[in-house]
């Protein structure tokens, strides 16, 4: 059974920090690329941040371009993204996304950026 299952959300002030993390199980980890996904409330489903399956090379949202830090660690198969000088607009569920021949999802964790 495949498991992707995000932590790391919650409520953070405007210019602060926080790392999500995905734990996966049930896949050959190294095989897939990650990514970071996010859905804001009435709005569609983005890309925030991918990662190759060496971790060789990543992939940014313009809107999170400097801020943000995705990471992977095969050997623990976990992938995570560090998110700094948060911003109100940065509020929103973020997702864990598996992409290789199979596509998987985590259940999301919000992240609410406010004061």
């Known amino acids: 059974q495949v498991q992707l299952v995000e932590s790391g959300g919650g409520l953070v002030q405007p210019g602060g920090s926080l790392t999500l993390s995905c734990a996966t199980s049930?896949?050959?980890?190294?095989?897939?690329?990650m990514s970071w996904y996010r859905q804001a409330p009435g709005k569609e489903r983005e890309l925030v941040a991918a990662i190759t399956t060496t971790g060789g090379n990543t992939n940014y949202a313009d809107s999170i371009k400097g801020r943000f830090i995705i990471s992977r660690d095969n050997a623990r198969n976990t992938v995570s993204l560090q998110m700094n000088s948060l911003k109100v607009e940065d509020t929103a569920v973020y997702y864990c996304?598996?992409?290789?021949?199979?596509?998987?999802w985590g259940q999301g964790t919000q992240v609410t950026v406010a004061s």
């Open positions: 049930g896949i050959t980890f190294s095989h897939y690329l």
């Open positions: 996304n598996a992409a290789a021949i199979n596509v998987y």
